[in-house]
């Protein structure tokens, strides 16, 4: 990763070579909703019987203000006003049931979709997250999703009823005067075409708005993460000026997609503004003249009805072209959330793996080339071979590929060419969780997560009892700091176990290793963090731990690792000396110099 601040990523698009075609994301979606098919086909029906009770209900204030006009005021003024009532209730019933089915279908949708996301992401290597601003692919699963889900929800439930209220009040407009219908039908396809036009421009701006608010997310993330380290170099201002620059492109990119979004609503609403007032002059004219030609009797009841059809008539025209501008928004996040489900860049099992048998420990790199950045070299055909059971020490400077080669034993980066073996078969056949349950991993760089002091201990054997926890816990010598905790086993820590000290953190991570009990060792640095007596006492319990195990101990004290059985000494990507610590001595290489000068 390259970039200003902390390996941050620059300005674009992670994933522009993956763009997913809109046509594609909405069949996506569609086919995500097979499944709702019976509950969608109920949301249809309450939306039928909503509209049709909402269109009963003009008729008869209608019919109620005919017979004011005329003067009668009994029983018949009353049924109507009654019914009127009635239908307004059913009505509102109707549309709360679609609602609530409604947020079913696509809260659940949108879970889905998120609970694959998610998956997807535990199960790319590390090399995939490493590629990828953080911030970005949180933003992904959370803004996005959000969304996606309230443009969905507003498309389900405004969609849905525009449409049936549409081809309801045109039949009940034709069935009351066809001439004064057949105006309002003429001029819906301006209003549809202002629609139309002005959503075919806003994808693109909103998909530039969701681009700029993940890189926003991913700087903030990344910035919170290292704020130490940021205030440690006085860099403050550098990374509010970098806020600041896409803070203002996110602005820019937001009021374009906002302003010409917000045209629709006004721009329909001018055109039905004419078509109702057009509405209401030839209905008058036709009220006061009589039975016209042209257009025929209409009574004053009548052309208030008609009045409230053509009202409700364009109503969705307003609500489906804001929807349709919500839906592009949407889309939009869909294909971002989907763009991560669909990568395929870093697929590393193959089509049925294997499940690892029973281990002894033997290890053989043939050949290996490797690189982070393709087009710069690291490791070039490296060979080793490990006998079972033997302590293996890899040595050398900064950035010679030490914990690279762990990484590739574990799997998290894959070769680009040759093969990593395990007891004589390849690696790659296996299953990526057996082959990794296969080596036990301390690193010099602790991971806890929010939660009691045993969450952590267990999240490498879920399965273990108490006793078995303070077993592990006491060979790590850590069960003395944990019973000084208020709760002791049950005390809650923070993210990154941030009310503890670097070194009993470490404690920690080396009591699930204690606990877990792995056949093969990978310890780097395990003890760098802890005070001398202490390390002193976990030394002698990692001995007893590697007793007929293979480890691979990554040192950079080289005073630690002299009665290793072999020591790999690492040069830019290559063993260039290896031996135990007497021969690579005798030898005065590349190793006695890192030695005495240590």
């Not at 006061?288 to 009841?301: K, R, T």
């Not at 093969?419 to 806890?448: C, H, P």
């Not at 002698?540 to 059985?565: Q, Y």
């Amino acid at each position: 990763m390259s970039g200003n601040l902390f390996g941050y990523m620059p300005h674009g698009n992670i994933h522009e070579d993956k763009k997913i075609a809109k046509t594609t994301v909405i069949r996506r979606v569609l086919r995500q909703e097979k499944r709702y098919l019976p509950l969608i086909i109920l949301s249809l029906l309450l939306a039928v019987s909503s509209v049709v009770f909402t269109l009963l209900v003009p008729i008869r204030i209608g019919n109620a203000i005919d017979l004011i006009t005329e003067g009668v005021f009994d029983r018949a003024l009353v049924n109507r006003l009654v019914f009127a009532a009635l239908f307004a209730l059913l009505a509102a019933l109707s549309q709360y049931g679609m609602n609530l089915i409604n947020n079913h279908v696509v809260y659940h949708t949108v879970r889905e979709i998120r609970n694959t996301a998610f998956s997807r992401l535990q199960r790319f290597p590390l090399s995939y997250i490493d590629s990828h601003p953080q911030g970005d692919l949180v933003s992904r699963l959370t803004a996005d999703t959000e969304q996606f889900a309230d443009g969905l929800l507003m498309g389900f439930t405004q969609l849905f009823t525009g449409i049936v209220t549409i081809i309801g009040t045109l039949l009940f407009m034709f069935s009351m005067n066809v001439s004064i219908a057949l105006i309002v039908v003429l001029l819906t396809p301006l209003s549809l075409f202002v629609a139309r036009y002005i959503a075919g421009h806003t994808y693109d701006m909103f998909r530039l708005q969701s681009m700029e608010r993940g890189e926003q997310v991913a700087l903030v993330d990344e910035m919170m993460t290292n704020e130490k380290t940021v205030k440690a170099y006085g860099k403050e201002e550098d990374v509010i000026r970098r806020f600041d620059e896409i803070n203002t492109r996110l602005q820019s990119s937001s009021l374009r997609a906002l302003f010409f979004s917000s045209l629709t609503n006004p721009s329909t609403r001018f055109v039905n503004n004419i078509v109702y007032a057009l509405v209401a002059c030839v209905g008058a004219i036709a009220v006061f003249s009589g039975n016209s030609a042209i257009f025929g009797a209409l009574s004053i009841g009548v052309l208030s009805a008609f009045l409230s059809y053509a009202n409700q008539y364009m109503k969705p025209f307003n609500e489906i072209t804001s929807v349709v501008t919500e839906l592009q928004n949407a889309i939009v996040c869909a294909a971002r959330v989907f763009e991560v489900i669909d990568d395929q860049t870093f697929e590393t099992e193959t089509d049925e793996p294997a499940k690892l048998p029973a281990i002894e420990g033997a290890v053989e790199l043939k050949d290996v080339d490797f690189s982070y950045d393709k087009t710069k070299e690291l490791i070039r055909h490296l060979n080793v071979s490990v006998r079972p059971g033997m302590k293996v020490a890899i040595v050398g400077p900064t950035g010679c590929g030490k914990t690279t080669l762990i990484n590739l034993l574990m799997r998290f980066y894959e070769t680009d060419a040759g093969k990593i073996l395990l007891d004589g078969q390849e690696t790659d056949r296996f299953r990526l969780n057996d082959v990794r349950s296969a080596y036990g991993m301390v690193l010099q760089d602790t991971w806890l997560f929010a939660g009691t002091i045993r969450e952590n201990i267990l999240f490498g054997k879920p399965d273990a009892t108490d006793e078995e926890i303070r077993a592990a816990a006491m060979e790590s010598h850590a069960h003395s700091f944990i019973r000084r905790l208020p709760n002791g086993y049950d005390t809650y820590i923070g993210e990154d176990g941030e009310m503890l000290s670097q070194g009993q953190k470490q404690l920690l991570c080396i009591t699930r290793l204690m606990l877990n009990k792995p056949p093969m060792l990978i310890l780097d640095e395990a003890t760098s963090s802890i005070d001398t007596r202490t390390e002193m006492r976990i030394q002698s319990a990692f001995h007893a731990l590697m007793e007929g195990k293979t480890t691979f101990i990554v040192a950079h004290r080289l005073s630690t690792i002299r009665d290793a059985d072999l020591i790999l000494v690492m040069r830019d990507g290559s063993i260039i000396e290896q031996g135990t610590h007497e021969t690579l001595m005798e030898q005065n290489g590349f190793y006695a110099q890192l030695y005495r000068s240590a």
